[in-house]
Each structure stands twice: as structure tokens, then as C-alpha cells.
């Protein structure tokens, strides 16, 4: 706490500002980026070209994906809040045992989270933010019938075993695990798993790059922007990814792109 006052007081004698007036500039920034980008980090038109898309599967299938139409992946995310004093139970997690938001996320090889949908209340499941979001109909819209692989199927993105199997969004085979270790479903779930982790590092780069968005005790409903927080922590981490890359992109070798390319200048 004293840390935090600290803090305070060296902005404003920095910039020359009361406490009160850092914030309204702090809240009027996120509100304006959330207006002004809220579309592109909903869902990044580049998902929509197809040369992209190939571009997505050959990096991940270098990297032993033993399915040649996979372009991404996609997961759903939970950050802790404090304990609302109202509408408790929409916001209890029954998985984490704990009141949260969450969100749905698309993460692709060069590193970015082109795709982030919410917030959605805590209770809620991944299957339930895939269908409330609607990007099932977005997958087929931009990939459905226009880019096929020389094998056949459609592009599709890869999901962990909380999401059901549909025709854009491939699912591990269940039960796989208690079989024998040459088992072909269990090893495709083992390769699968090997690639598909990428997803959380986009997740550990955004807290540690900005950790007010993992800080529960200030994360308060109905006191706090505290979806638009989080989306537009993504969103910044976004545009540091095309500018220097991460974990993700080196490991897929997959250049991001630029951020006028990005931010569609």
C-alpha cells in the first residue's frame, strides 16, 4: 500500500497532476482505445485472409502437428476479482473456487491473440462463451469453404477437451490418456498438447507485462473498467509482439506482422 502511494505521488509531481486528474486521463485512455480498436480486438480482420491462414498451418504443422489444417488455438481465460457484493453467484467460479470474469481467446503462431471475446460471468463454461460469442460462425465465414488443404478439411482451430468437437473447432480424443503409450489417440493428444501450450504463454506475457489486470484485490466489479482493463492490456501486447515478437513466434518461427499492418493503416 505504501508502495502504491509512493507511486502516486511521484506521478504527480512527474507530470503535474492531481490524483484525481491521473485517473480521469487513465479512464478516458482505455475508454478511447476500447471505441476506437474495440472491433479489431474483438476479432483482427486478418483472420479473414486466406494466404494468412496457409500461412498459420504450414508453421504449425512444422512443428509435428500431426493435423495439416490447424491455424490456431483456442481457449477461454479467467482473472480473479474481488468478491462483488452483488451478483456473487454469477461470478463464482465452481472450477477455479473462486469469483472471476473470463474471456475467450484465439491464439495464432506468430504471437498474437487476434481474437479476444468477453467478459462473461465466472460461472460460465467454455462451450457456453464459444456459442455466445459466436465464433463458430466467424471460423466458418472466414475459412469454411475457401481454404482447403491439399488433403482436404476445412481450417479449423484447436481447443482443449472443455470444448465440444464442431466443424471448425477440433476437440483431444476423451479418455486417451489411460491408454497404452502407442495408442494413436493417445499420442495425437500428446503431440497436440506440445503445440497447443503456446496458448498460455500469450496469457503469462500479459500479466507480466502489465500487472494491474492480475492484481484480484483492485479488480472490483461496478468500481473498475475491469474488462476493458484486460482487453486492452491485450491489445498493447499486441502491438509489442509486432514490434519485437515472442516466445510464441520465435518458437513457431512465424514473423508477426507489422503494427500498420495490425492496426489495418
Known amino acids: 500500500m505504501l508502495l502504491c502511494i509512493g507511486r502516486l505521488l511521484d506521478l504527480e509531481a512527474k507530470y503535474g497532476r492531481t490524483r484525481d486528474q491521473l485517473c480521469r486521463i487513465y479512464l478516458h485512455m482505455l475508454h478511447l482505445i476500447e471505441r476506437r480498436f474495440g472491433q479489431l480486438i474483438t476479432w483482427w480482420p486478418g483472420l479473414n485472409e486466406p494466404a494468412r491462414l496457409l500461412t498459420y498451418r504450414a508453421q504449425i504443422t512444422a512443428k509435428e502437428c500431426p493435423v495439416p489444417n490447424?491455424?490456431?488455438f483456442v481457449d477461454g481465460t479467467a482473472r480473479f476479482i474481488?468478491?462483488?457484493?452483488?451478483?456473487?453467484?454469477?461470478?463464482?467460479?465452481g472450477h477455479k473456487r473462486h469469483h472471476v470474469i473470463k474471456f475467450q481467446g484465439?491464439?495464432?503462431?506468430?504471437g498474437l491473440l487476434p481474437s479476444v471475446m468477453g467478459p462473461y460471468e465466472g460461472r460460465r463454461n467454455d462451450n457456453y462463451m464459444l456459442n455466445e460469442s459466436g465464433t463458430e460462425a466467424l471460423c466458418t465465414q472466414a475459412c469454411g469453404c475457401a481454404v482447403v488443404v491439399p488433403a482436404g478439411g476445412h481450417s479449423c482451430l484447436y481447443a482443449d477437451s472443455g470444448y465440444g468437437i464442431r466443424q471448425h473447432v477440433l476437440t483431444p480424443y476423451p479418455g486417451a490418456a489411460g491408454l497404452h503409450a502407442e495408442d494413436p489417440h493417445r499420442r495425437f493428444n500428446e503431440q497436440m498438447a506440445k503445440v497447443r501450450i503456446s496458448n498460455e504463454w500469450f496469457y503469462g506475457t500479459v500479466t507480466a507485462q502489465w500487472s494491474k489486470v492480475d492484481f484480484n484485490r483492485k479488480n472490483r466489479l461496478f468500481l473498475s473498467p475491469i474488462g476493458i482493463e484486460y482487453r486492452v492490456a491485450i491489445f498493447l501486447t499486441n502491438l509489442f509482439t509486432c514490434l519485437y515478437g515472442n516466445v510464441t513466434s520465435r518458437y513457431f518461427n512465424c514473423q508477426p506482422p507489422s503494427i500498420r499492418v495490425y492496426l489495418r493503416l
Do not use: M, W
Not at 452483488?86 to 467460479?93: G, L, P, T, V
Open 70 to 72: 490447424v491455424y490456431g
Open 82 to 93: 474481488c468478491r462483488p457484493t452483488r451478483n456473487q453467484r454469477a461470478a463464482f467460479s
Open 106 to 110: 484465439i491464439a495464432t503462431p506468430d
